[in-house]
């Protein structure tokens, strides 16, 4: 990929005070010129941009279960836990309430200040809203953020999630329009962002964040950043993961992608959505050090800790723990947002 430099007129200059505020008017033509910045301007003005919004050095941890695993009817071609793809995982009923609650206690024990409950559903069934509310209840009453991620959902479960206390809901644009309609077939973009709008809507912070690396382009990447950057609001959380190639799904050989093209990635996010917590999220068991350090330098604030993610591997706690200290990175206090 070529990077350019390109005239300064068309990026807007280096931010002076006031220029870095809330837009979500981005052009597709603005973002693809911040794309083909220079690295170093890139990294230089995102972290400049994050500064204005977040304390420095400082990265939130969360941690993640997977509270419903396998089995889904969904096609993503990414995804370990599709019913369509051979990845041999066993798929597992919900679990129970108590058992979600003891990990919450390992995760919270471990340092992490949110805890991500993942389902492998389209939708949740109504059938399983007590015990799900109840699961976000037991963990808010630890003291950690609760954020759930189970696909499409009914007004009334986004209400129901909303009453029980849910901080935030994750629900990933994953990609552009154009690249998504090649990678899920079982349902379509406007499906993802009509779910976005009733979770922003009631209330609840939107997390919403995607995947690079499944042999979409840059075009695509560019479109995701402008879908999630001209949403009526920005998402409070906006997770950027690595494709993490998983054997016996569509996407296991695809090519890997240019590691700065992540990075850049992660700057755009940020210098686009600058007062979201951009979340350096999949794939970092396959990133060095230096790229990690990178993507912090890109603006990303938040990882997930902890040696699983859903069904796939992850960095362990003493690992993260030991670059954060060679970095002078802390992990963040809890900070409840109230969504409005
Ligand atoms: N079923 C729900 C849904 O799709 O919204 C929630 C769980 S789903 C596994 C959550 C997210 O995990 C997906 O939107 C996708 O961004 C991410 N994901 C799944 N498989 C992945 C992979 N192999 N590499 C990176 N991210 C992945
Ligand atoms: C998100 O954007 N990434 C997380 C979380 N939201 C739910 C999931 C990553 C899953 C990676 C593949 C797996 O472990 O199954
Ligand atoms: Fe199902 Fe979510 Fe995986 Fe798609 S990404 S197959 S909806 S669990």
Redesign the pocket.
Known sequence: MKHETIAADQVAPHPTVGENSLRNDWTRDEISALFDLPLMDLLLRAQTVHREYFPPNEVQVSS?L?IKTGGCPEDCA????SSHNNTGLPAAKLMEVQAVLDEAQKAKDGGATRF?M?GAWRSPKDRDMDVITAMIEGVREMGMET?M?LGMLSPSQTIRLKEAGLDYY?H?VDSSKEYYEKIITTRTYQDRLNTLALVRESGINV?S???VGMGEDASDRIGMIHTLSTLPDHPGSV???ML?H?EGTPLSNTEELDKFEFVRTIAVSKITMPASVV?L???RLEMSEEMQAMCFMAGASSI?AGT???????PDHETDMNLFARLGIKPAPICRKEAV
């Open positions: 993640l997977s990414y995804c370990p836990q991500c993942g954020c991620t994750n990933n997390c964040g995607g995947i997770p950027i993961n993490v998983v979340r999220s999949a794939g997930f699983k993610l859903l069904t796939t591997e992850n």
